[in-house]
């Protein structure tokens, strides 16, 4: 129903934000690592979202990339994953770390992720090592939109591409400041960027 919302961050609460849009405050939940980076927007943010509608219950989940968005789509198409346990793995465990788990089959790295016991663990890795593999090629550049020119739009996708692999914000735009003038496109920034990071 919803693509995203896009507002002001009206609130913070432990595992949710409210976006103001248009005098109307969207209640989100989200996991850690979207809530850091929401935070650190000064102006108006933009959230991918999902609704999840039950017989008691309507819901907006919602994360700062869409790369995070698809990773919690992926997580609750398993069998016994509810939205909520989703959000626990995806804020116990950074993205780009719980991707390898998942291709690697790590069961014991799995289960520090908030309510994944040892079966569920060997349930998502069975399920999703492919489909992650194939989705979510987090590696690759397939995730990264092809533009030809850069322009300031850029540098922040760039940047958020960054935060969804498990950096810092602040780490990530240092990195896109650093090679971003010597990069043709935003494909290139984001490899270089890491390139960088990993120095």
């Known amino acids: 129903m919803y693509e995203y919302i896009k507002g002001t961050l009206a609130f913070i609460g432990e595992e949710y934000v409210v976006i103001d ?6 209640k ?6 979207s809530i850091a980076y929401l935070k650190a927007e ?5 959230v991918y ?6 017989d008691d219950d309507m819901s907006i989940f919602g994360f700062a990339t869409k790369q995070e968005l698809k990773m919690f789509q992926l997580l609750t198409t398993v069998t ?3 939205p909520k346990v989703a959000l626990g793995i995806l804020s116990s ?8 788990i998942i291709v690697s089959e790590d069961i014991q ?9 040892k079966k569920t663990a060997q349930r998502i890795i069975l399920e999703l090592k492919e489909k992650v593999d194939h989705k979510l090629a987090i590696f690759e550049p397939t995730l990264i939109p092809k533009v030809e020119t850069v322009v300031n739009d850029n540098k922040e996708e760039a940047v958020s591409a960054l935060v969804a692999l498990g950096y810092t914000k602040a780490e990530a735009k240092r990195a896109v400041d650093y090679v971003k003038d010597s990069c043709k496109n935003i494909e290139e920034i984001i ?5 960088f990071l990993s120095k």
């Open 191 to 195: 490899k270089k960027g890491l390139k």
């Open 93 to 100: 465990i950074p993205m780009s770390e719980l991707i390898g």
């Open 21 to 26: 849009n248009r005098d109307i405050g969207y």
């Open 49 to 54: 979202t999902q609704l999840i509608v039950r």
């Open 109 to 117: 790295g799995l289960t520090k992720a908030q309510g994944v016991g």
């Open 80 to 82: 016994g994953i509810g």
């Open 42 to 46: 000064l102006e108006k943010v933009i």
């Open 28 to 33: 989100i939940y989200t996991s850690g690592s």
